[in-house]
């Protein structure tokens, strides 16, 4: 019997993990694969800000430091956008899960490995049923943490989940001529529809990657390398690296607890709307939940009237970032290509690059996306007064 199971070893997972061994619990981390870190398909970017925020000093995990990002619309020249500093590091993400994960363990963590969770039922206590090498066993636990990732089945045995809506990704590690401190994004809905393709620097080679809505996201990284003007000349997309699929989650898709049960990283859609990054909103809604948790335990309460604290600290923090960061992406799904390179240009102009600068923050957009808003008329005027009404009209949708 364990005071928290958590299921799933990703990054998040460890992390709490770790956060609830040190406060004296007894904690069991449950993982479907042999070796912490793989599978894996990440692009690995992390704000400097935000690792700085949750006390994670920059190990030997780091492979590039990156100062700036080039975005490609879909017709016409790219804009760049650096403001001297480095803003964000790219990460070896299977060696910064596994120093996540020894440190759990050596906070006193138990690690399951090779052991896939197949089933829960909440009572007086939560019984988790694990299948390890084709054998069944059941684990109990006092309290269920789910950090089993953008298709939880935690999720979706406890009735949290309230949309499938997914982006889906894939992303190939390979040579390629770029610069090593600025990270390429390219728009459009031919390659990357509803989302957007990535060419990284990591280390000696590049991750180059596709998000999308629609259709086969392998499909479309294919056609990214072998047709994209720009992408097919810079990188070998005939000596591709460790190919891998991924799922990105929507944020507000998902409740984050239930009786007995509480949802963490992937699994509660905690990631940024915009750009699908969750590693670092990930582990600081891990430590939300960690607090949480401790407390409940303390007074040997897991209800869902304790446990909402939880996604109560979770909004606090984050829920403007998800909100915002949903209308604006809902917004960039109604563009056409035509009005988005229009956009994309009219960054370019002074006053509206220097907001650009001014506000932007690698791990919050909300800050920024509220600062061109107020731009906005400005900045959609090159639209018309048609689609400027269509597109405000989306992004005022709930
Ligand atoms: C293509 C792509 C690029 C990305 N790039 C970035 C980026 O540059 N920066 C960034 O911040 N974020 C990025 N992300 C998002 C980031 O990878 C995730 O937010 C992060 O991995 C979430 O961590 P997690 O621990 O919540 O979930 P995961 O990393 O998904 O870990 C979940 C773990 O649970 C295990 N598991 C699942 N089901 C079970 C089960 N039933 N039983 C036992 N174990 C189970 C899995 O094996 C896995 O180890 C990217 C995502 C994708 C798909």
Known sequence: MYDVAIVGGGPVGCFAGKLLAERGLDVAVIEEHAEIGHPMCCAGVVGVGGLRELGIRPGKWVLNELRGARLYPPSGSPVSLSRG?????????????????????????????????????????????????????????????????????????VGLLRSRQLINCAQAEAIADIHAETAEVYLGRKYAPGFFAWVVPAGELCRVGVGTVEGSALGKLKKLLREHPVVSE????????????????????RGMYADGVMLIGDAAGQVKPLTGGGIYIGLSCAKLAADVAVEALEEGDVSAKVLRKYEGAVRGKFGGEFELGMRAWRLF?????????????????PDVRATLLEQADFDHHAKVISALAKRGPSL???????????????????
């Open 333 to 349: 799904l109604e563009l056409s290509d035509e009005d988005l390179s229009s956009l994309l240009r009219a960054l370019e102009t």
């Open 85 to 157: 500093r480095v803003e964000a590091l790219v990460i070896d993400r299977a060696a910064f899960d596994r120093e996540l994960a020894a440190s759990a363990a050596r906070s006193g963590a138990r690690f399951l490995m090779r052991s896939r969770c197949v089933d829960i039922s909440v009572g007086e206590q939560v019984k988790i049923k694990v299948e390890t090498e084709g054998r069944l066993r059941e684990i109990a636990s006092r309290l269920v943490i789910g950090a089993d990732g953008p298709n939880s089945l935690v999720a979706r045995k």
């Open 380 to 398: 959609l005027r090159s639209l018309g007064l048609r689609r400027l009404v269509r597109y405000t009209s989306h992004m005022l949708k709930k």
């Open 234 to 253: 810079k990188v070998d997309g005939d000596k591709l690296l460790h190919l891998t699929a991924g799922a990105i989650p929507r944020p507000l898709t």
